[in-house]
């Protein structure tokens, strides 16, 4: 995909801040750029909150047009990260409220097996899996939540610590003994 451009403008390269400030400007450039970024953490938020692949897509859909309808309200007290997973887990939680999707819990067979896939090895992903979920379940909420945030979707600890009102060291101190406890409760499941 070519970098979107304006009269030298290159909108891919620049930071959030200026894409919010200029599509809140009315800059139709900008704002495309700004979805485009931010599209695939929109997808694998949502791929967490739905069993069903479509459910996670309609969620990511109505959450990027939220996006685009409601960027005027984005007053950015925080990183702009931070307030678009606001507006994604909400709108997730609003789809499931409407009963139009079944939500289940996060990491639980959310990956699909492509066409090449060795059987086997997709079985022992859905496995590991699952035991991942009942591991994140024996670890603290807080930490639990941690660890998926930083691990699983890719956020980095500032912007955790902006979404969940912690300090930044705390959020790598729940990281740490979250990833401790998790290898504690596998390395029990494989010695029992």
Request: glycine share 6%.
């Amino acid at each position: 995909m070519a970098p979107r451009q304006e009269r030298g403008l290159v909108y891919d390269k620049l930071s959030d801040p200026i894409l919010v400030t200029r599509a809140k400007d009315g800059d139709r450039l900008a704002l495309e750029a700004l979805c485009a970024r931010h599209a695939p953490k929109v997808e694998r938020l949502t791929r967490h909150f739905f069993r069903d692949p479509e459910d996670a897509r309609d969620a990511a859909q109505e959450a990027l047009a939220k996006l685009c309808v409601r960027l005027g309200q984005f007053r950015g007290d925080s990183q702009f990260s931070t307030w678009l997973h606001r507006l994604v887990v909400n709108t997730c939680r609003d789809a499931a409220e409407r009963g139009k999707v079944r939500v289940h819990e996060p990491l639980a067979d959310d990956l699909s097996s492509g066409p090449d896939d060795d059987p086997f090895r997709a079985a022992g992903m859905s496995e590991l899996r699952r035991e991942l979920c009942h591991s994140l379940a024996d670890v603290s909420p807080q930490q639990a939540q941690v660890v998926l945030l930083k691990d699983a979707l890719g956020y980095s600890f500032e912007e955790i610590a902006e979404a969940s009102g912690m300090p930044v060291g705390t959020a790598k101190c729940h990281a740490h003994r979250g990833r401790n406890r998790l290898r504690e409760r596998l390395e029990a499941r494989d010695v029992a």
